[in-house]
């Protein structure tokens, strides 16, 4: 694993303890907003379902300062251009993302809202009310079942992330309905959709096998519909995508370039 990611970890440790001083009786959640049947009404309409990312950083570079008044208008012009769900990253020394800005977007758009963020304990959970959280099998490892099951407790969705075929094996024994490919390797921070290419069509075996139904998200290194093209072709149910729309200076047009893609 990266020396990045490790260090946010520690990182994440250390926001957890802080939490767990913290900590006060859980407060009961909101009903969910239904991903996966946005998900499928995206699909009858023709349209790709694109998760799009309020994203302020990455551990490599800044993309600009998002407060929670400019996350909630960031979000509405995702929305406004057929996103089927906002991902928000909540990550706050790495990616430079904050609670407030997850709060602000849930409160301004009426689609699902996913945090993102390195999950590693039960008190993250219940800091905040939204519809999806994302859980990553190689910070987790075997660890993800039992959190899967605990998110799926408190009317969550948890989108499970993985990169390889041994984390694909180990989510696929879970109880999670949505899978993330993420194209960045964990080691090389390299990013290649042929990650994408290669775990979905395995994904969908294993379905048509044993008569279940998995949502496949390709995560990361998508830049434009070429990209979108490619990975729905190998099975791919949605994308989600932050970089390449913040950064294009025009998130509603980005946004629904992707969306569009299929057209």
Sequence with gaps: MHSVIQDIIRSTEERVRHIESLREDKKPYKEKRDIVAAIDRKREEGMVAVIAEVKPASPRRKLREISPADAGTIARQMEKAGAVAISVLTEPQFFMGSLDNLLSVRKSVNIPVLRKDFIISEVQTEELDTDMILLIVGVLGEHIREMVKLVLEKNMEPLVEIHNEVE????????????????????????????????????????????????????????????????????????????????????????????????
């Excluded at 099975?235 to 992707?258: F, H, M, R």
């Design 168 to 263: 694909l094996d180990i989510a696929l024994k879970t109880d999670a309905r949505m899978i993330g490919i993420n194209n960045r390797d964990l080691n090389t921070l390299e990013t290649e959709i042929g990650t994408t290419l290669r775990l979905a069509p395995i994904i969908r075996k294993y379905d048509a096998d044993n008569g279940t139904r998995h949502f496949i998200i390709s995560e990361s290194g998508i830049t434009g519909a070429d990209d979108v093209r490619k990975v729905m072709k190998a099975g791919a149910d949605g994308i989600l995508v932050g970089t390449s729309i913040i950064e294009s200076g025009d998130v509603y047009a980005k946004t629904k370039e992707l969306v569009e893609a299929l057209k």
